[in-house]
């Protein structure tokens, strides 16, 4: 069983706003970083945003136009997106992890399977 799961992605114009969630189907609380990761195809994946250490930190490519929050009452973790742009294309992977966990994939111990989220121009 995939411990956490995506939803919200698709597609979306430039400049148009995408909100995503995850679930988590076991308990995460204010101990556990969060994070959001991405991959467009033929590329790296890329760190998003994060919960980490109590504050929020986002890539600088999506500074100021993406918002992460988080839920632990309900498990969840969410993204949303705002004048989103073509580049911002890829598949969007939330992850739990350690505390300080940041923008460090390696400190993140369960992922989702992903989700597509694709902008057009």
């Known amino acids: 069983q995939v411990p956490l799961g995506e939803s919200g992605g698709g597609l979306v114009q430039a400049g148009g706003s995408l909100s995503l969630s995850c679930s988590s189907s076991?308990?995460?609380?204010?101990?556990?970083?969060v994070g959001w990761f991405r991959q467009a195809p033929g590329k790296e994946r890329q760190f998003v945003a994060a919960?980490?250490?109590?504050?929020?930190v986002y890539a600088d490519s999506v500074k100021g136009r993406f918002t992460i929050s988080r839920d632990n009452a309900k498990n969840s973790m969410y993204l949303r997106m705002s004048s989103l742009k073509p580049d911002d294309t890829a598949a969007y992977y939330c992850?739990?992890?350690?505390?300080?966990?940041?923008?460090?994939?390696?400190?993140?111990?369960?992922w989702g399977r992903g989700i597509q989220v694709t902008v057009s121009s």
């Open positions: 919960i980490s250490g109590g504050e929020a």
């Open positions: 992850a739990t992890g350690d505390f300080w966990a940041g923008a460090n994939p390696e400190r993140y111990g369960s």
């Open positions: 076991t308990h995460i609380d204010s101990r556990n970083g």
